[in-house]
C-alpha cells in the first residue's frame, strides 16, 4: 500500500501530494529501469526467447506428471518427440539455443525422475532471467500506469474540493442581512400553489389522463418526474377501468379477488399491472414541479420556469390564470393560479437583485457554526490556498511523466 493512503496525509493536501508525487517519480524510475534491462539484450530478441520459452513450458505442463517415473510408454515416446521436434524448430542465432539443446538432451532419456526434472530447471535459469526482462517491464507498465492514475484522481478530488471552499468563501461573503423573504415569499406561493393543483389533478382525473400526462413530461428534462412504468401505461390505455382515478385504482388493488369481479372486468390484468405499480402510484407527487429553496442560479431558474410553464400548462385550465393574474397584486396567494404564481418566480432574477438575495440564502442555510468559524478563523483560505498549490504540483507531475 502506498505512503499516501494512511495517516495524517488524507488531511493534508500538500503531503498528500507530495506522497503521489513520490510514488509516480518512483513507478517512473522502475520503468526505466526495467526498460534498460530489455534494451540491454534487445525487444526482439527478448521476445523470440520468450515465445520458445513459452512453447517449451506448456509441454512440461502437459506432460511432466504423465512420463514421471513409471508412465505411458507411448506417451513418454510422444512427450520426447515434441521436445526434440520443438528444439529443431529454433532458429539458429536464438539467444540461448544451447540451452534448448541442453534441455532437449537432459530429457532423452529412458526414464525421468524428480532430479531430471530439478536439472532441467537449473539449465533454463539464464532463460528464465531473461523472459523475466519482459514481465519486470510489463509489471512496471503497469504500476507506473497506477500511479499516474492515482495522480489524476487526486487532481479531480482537488479541483472539487476547490470549488467547495470557493464556494465557501463567497457564502462567507453574503449579506446575511438582506431581505430573502423578497425570493422565498414567490417561491412559496408556486410550490403551494402547484402542490394543491397537482394534488387536485391527480385526485380528479383519470389515471389515463395523468399517466399520458407524465409521460409527456419526459420531453422536459429540468421536470424529473419519473416516466410511468410500460406494463401499467398500457394496462390503462387498453382497460376501461383506466378512465378511473389513480386513487381508485389503488383501491382496486387492494381489494380480493372475488370483491375485485364486481367492479371490474379483467381482474387479473389489475392485480398484474397495478398491484405490481402501486409503490410508483402512491409516491405521485408534486415535488418535480417545485422551485428548490434556496433557488438556482438566475439561468437555471428561467429555463426551469420556462419547462415548468408548460409542463403546469397541460394540468391546470390557462384561463384560470388569466383570471387571476388581474387580481394578483396584492391578492391572497393562496387562491392564485400556479402559473401566475410561475410568472412572478420566473421574474425574480429581472425583478431583484437575485444574486446577492440568493447568496444569503444559500449562506443561511448552509454556513453552519462551524463553517462559520473556520472562515472568521481564516482555516478555510488556508485550505484552499494549499489545495491549490497541491493541485499545481500534482498537475507538474503529469506532465512530467506523460500517459503511455
Not at 268 to 287: I, M
Amino acid at each position: 500500500m502506498s505512503q499516501h493512503t494512511a495517516g495524517a496525509t488524507d488531511d493534508d493536501p500538500l503531503a498528500r501530494a507530495d506522497s503521489l508525487v513520490r510514488d509516480l517519480e518512483s513507478a517512473a524510475d522502475t520503468l526505466d529501469r526495467t526498460r534498460e534491462r530489455v534494451d540491454e539484450v534487445g525487444e526482439a530478441s527478448l521476445q523470440e526467447l520468450a515465445d520458445a520459452y513459452r512453447d517449451l513450458t506448456a509441454l512440461f505442463d502437459r506432460y511432466e506428471e504423465e512420463v514421471t517415473g513409471d508412465g505411458d510408454f507411448q506417451t513418454f515416446i510422444a512427450f520426447q518427440g515434441k521436445i526434440a521436434e520443438l528444439t529443431e524448430s529454433l532458429s539458429g542465432d536464438l539467444r540461448h539455443r544451447e540451452v534448448f539443446e541442453e534441455v532437449d538432451d537432459l530429457l532423452q532419456q529412458r526414464r525421468l525422475t524428480e532430479s531430471d526434472w530439478e536439472r532441467v530447471r537449473a539449465a533454463l535459469e539464464p532463460v528464465r532471467a531473461d523472459v523475466e526482462r519482459l514481465e519486470d517491464r510489463a509489471e512496471a507498465r503497469e504500476a507506473y500506469g497506477d500511479a499516474r492514475f492515482a495522480v489524476e484522481r487526486a487532481v479531480g478530488d482537488l479541483a472539487e474540493r476547490i470549488d467547495d471552499l470557493e464556494r465557501l468563501e463567497r457564502l462567507g461573503d453574503a449579506d446575511l442581512d438582506a431581505p430573502t423573504e423578497r425570493l422565498r415569499e414567490p417561491i412559496e406561493a408556486y410550490n403551494d400553489a402547484v402542490t394543491d393543483a397537482f394534488e387536485e389533478f391527480r385526485r380528479e382525473a383519470g389515471a389515463r389522463e395523468v399517466l399520458r400526462f407524465l409521460d409527456a413530461t419526459g420531453a422536459f428534462p429540468l421536470v424529473p418526474f419519473r416516466s410511468p412504468p410500460d406494463d401499467l401505461r398500457e394496462f390503462v390505455e387498453t382497460h376501461e377501468v383506466g378512465t378511473e382515478s389513480v386513487g381508485q385504482l389503488l383501491e382496486y388493488a387492494g381489494y380480493s379477488q372475488s370483491k375485485l369481479d364486481h367492479y371490474v372486468a379483467d381482474p387479473d390484468a389489475l392485480k398484474r399491472a397495478v398491484g405490481t405499480r402501486q409503490t410508483y402510484l402512491q409516491r405521485l407527487d408534486a415535488e418535480p414541479l417545485t422551485v428548490d429553496w434556496p433557488p438556482a442560479e438566475a439561468a437555471v431558474l428561467r429555463f426551469r420556469a420556462r419547462e415548468l410553464t408548460s409542463v403546469v400548462a397541460r394540468f391546470v385550465d390557462e384561463s384560470d390564470a388569466h383570471d387571476d393574474s388581474a387580481g394578483a397584486e396584492g391578492g391572497d396567494d393562496a387562491d392564485r393560479s400556479p402559473l401566475v404564481a410561475l410568472r412572478a418566480v420566473r421574474a425574480l432574477p429581472r425583478e431583484t437583485d437575485y444574486e446577492r438575495l440568493r447568496d444569503s440564502a444559500q449562506a443561511r442555510a448552509q454556513l453552519g457554526a462551524e463553517e462559520r468559524e473556520r472562515l472568521a478563523s481564516g482555516a478555510v483560505s488556508d485550505e484552499l490556498d494549499a489545495c491549490r498549490t497541491a493541485k499545481s504540483r500534482l498537475e507538474d507531475a503529469l506532465e512530467t511523466h506523460p500517459s503511455l
